[in-house]
């Protein structure tokens, strides 16, 4: 598989791209959307596909320039670069080998430590390195503002709300720590919640930045992390002030969230006021019945599960993409791609004939 016909012939429209994630008006072609693409499959396709040639010397920011030519060659209209990273704050983690197959590998996989973090106590919380927001580096975006091509946008994750409180404190502590000091609770949610709005406010007024896209795991297979309260009290507030900033803009906000998370949707969409829902598992809602559920409230985007990507053939591969088109695609409010991510353990090939499956589906006589 070396040629694919969608390569450089779709061309990036992210107003339009927008208007179907808000569901205003029907949608003129399906749209590709992915919360990010793991380094190791874009460099695999920049090396195979010859993708860095052409590249001007002049504007510098060669990572960023490639980031474009890969995204721009793929028929992406936005994509992900990591201004801020959860590594802003200083975690434990844990690490093993990366099993990804050859040539895929990043050698070492890392995920954080559940037990204890590095805050166990309020001397911990006095004494932890908070990140300051003014110290950001945000040359990565000024370049962006200049430089990004026309029809094309970027974006950065905000939001890591839960995800980074239960990251320093543990998950297990942290779920001790709701009963056994709660006061502590609400000030670990209070320094990561002012600290991602504030981030928010800042990436808003790039108009490189077409929309906000908050990330934060709120769930697992069978139930959310923690209870419907502890969301409405500590969580929510803090998602529906980045929501209200993005509103504010005249821009969409989205949530990418894992889990099974039936709990809280309605909250989520009339509390927090998403305008649209990333990551879905075929184990917990496959992407057509959250269509169905949802899809005349908010706007849905994803939904090729990444495990069936990475253990199927390209036949079968094709046959999903097909399927699952012929019930998520409507006049507005649906944008392709996988499930969750383009992990690095995904084969090359299966998530470009996902891809090309798509376009083939979407530009059918």
Request: proline share 4%.
């Given at each position: 598989?070396?040629?694919?016909?969608?390569?450089?012939?779709?061309?990036?429209?992210?107003?339009?791209?927008?208007?179907?994630?808000?569901?205003?008006?029907?949608?003129?072609?399906?749209?590709?959307?992915?919360?990010?693409?793991?380094?190791?499959?874009?460099?695999?396709?920049?090396?195979?596909?010859?993708?860095?040639?052409?590249?001007?010397?002049?504007?510098?920011?060669?990572?960023?320039?490639?980031?474009?030519?890969?995204?721009?060659?793929?028929?992406?209209?936005?994509?992900?670069?990591?201004?801020?990273?959860?590594?802003?704050?200083?975690?434990?983690?844990?690490?093993?080998?990366?099993?990804?197959?050859?040539?895929?590998?990043?050698?070492?996989?890392?995920?954080?430590?559940?037990?204890?973090?590095?805050?166990?106590?309020?001397?911990?919380?006095?004494?932890?390195?908070?990140?300051?927001?003014?110290?950001?580096?945000?040359?990565?975006?000024?370049?962006?503002?200049?430089?990004?091509?026309?029809?094309?946008?970027?974006?950065?994750?905000?939001?890591?709300?839960?995800?980074?409180?239960?990251?320093?404190?543990?998950?297990?502590?942290?779920?001790?720590?709701?009963?056994?000091?709660?006061?502590?609770?609400?000030?670990?949610?209070?320094?990561?919640?002012?600290?991602?709005?504030?981030?928010?406010?800042?990436?808003?007024?790039?108009?490189?930045?077409?929309?906000?896209?908050?990330?934060?795991?709120?769930?697992?297979?069978?139930?959310?992390?923690?209870?419907?309260?502890?969301?409405?009290?500590?969580?929510?507030?803090?998602?529906?002030?980045?929501?209200?900033?993005?509103?504010?803009?005249?821009?969409?906000?989205?949530?990418?969230?894992?889990?099974?998370?039936?709990?809280?949707?309605?909250?989520?969409?009339?509390?927090?006021?998403?305008?649209?829902?990333?990551?879905?598992?075929?184990?917990?809602?496959?992407?057509?019945?959250?269509?169905?559920?949802?899809?005349?409230?908010?706007?849905?985007?994803?939904?090729?599960?990444?495990?069936?990507?990475?253990?199927?053939?390209?036949?079968?591969?094709?046959?999903?993409?097909?399927?699952?088109?012929d019930v998520c695609i409507q006049d507005t409010g649906y944008c392709f791609g996988t499930g969750n991510s383009v992990a690095n353990y995904i084969p090359v090939d299966n998530?470009?004939?996902?891809?090309?499956?798509?376009?083939?589906?979407?530009?059918?006589a």
């Amino acid at each position: 598989m070396s040629t694919y016909p969608f390569f450089n012939s779709i061309e990036p429209d992210v107003t339009e791209l927008i208007r179907v994630i808000q569901r205003k008006g029907k949608q003129k072609r399906l749209h590709f959307l992915e919360l990010y693409i793991d380094p190791e499959i874009k460099e695999a396709i920049i090396g195979r596909y010859g993708i860095e040639s052409g590249m001007s010397q002049a504007d510098g920011q060669e990572t960023l320039q490639k980031e474009i030519m890969v995204h721009r060659f793929l028929g992406y209209d936005v994509f992900r670069i990591p201004v801020i990273r959860k590594d802003a704050f200083a975690l434990k983690e844990l690490g093993t080998g990366d099993t990804a197959m050859a040539g895929q590998s990043r050698g070492e996989r890392a995920w954080i430590e559940e037990h204890a973090g590095p805050i166990r106590n309020w001397e911990d919380f006095e004494a932890y390195q908070w990140p300051d927001i003014s110290s950001i580096d945000l040359s990565m975006l000024d370049w962006m503002e200049k430089y990004i091509p026309e029809g094309m946008g970027c974006f950065d994750l905000t939001g890591h709300i839960l995800e980074v409180v239960s990251f320093l404190l543990g998950y297990e502590t942290m779920c001790m720590k709701m009963y056994d000091e709660p006061d502590l609770i609400d000030a670990m949610f209070e320094k990561v919640g002012a600290f991602y709005t504030d981030y928010t406010r800042i990436i808003v007024d790039y108009s490189c930045v077409p929309l906000i896209w908050g990330s934060d795991d709120f769930g697992f297979k069978s139930s959310t992390l923690v209870s419907p309260n502890v969301f409405n009290r500590c969580i929510f507030p803090w998602h529906r002030k980045c929501s209200d900033i993005a509103h504010d803009h005249g821009k969409p906000y989205i949530l990418h969230s894992c889990g099974y998370l039936e709990e809280i949707m309605d909250s989520l969409i009339d509390d927090v006021g998403i305008d649209s829902k990333h990551s879905f598992e075929d184990i917990i809602l496959p992407v057509t019945e959250a269509l169905r559920q949802y899809g005349s409230r908010i706007s849905i985007i994803g939904g090729i599960d990444v495990d069936f990507l990475c253990r199927n053939d390209e036949a079968s591969i094709r046959k999903r993409v097909r399927e699952t088109l012929d019930v998520c695609i409507q006049d507005t409010g649906y944008c392709f791609g996988t499930g969750n991510s383009v992990a690095n353990y995904i084969p090359v090939d299966n998530f470009l004939v996902m891809l090309d499956e798509a376009y083939r589906y979407g530009n059918r006589a």
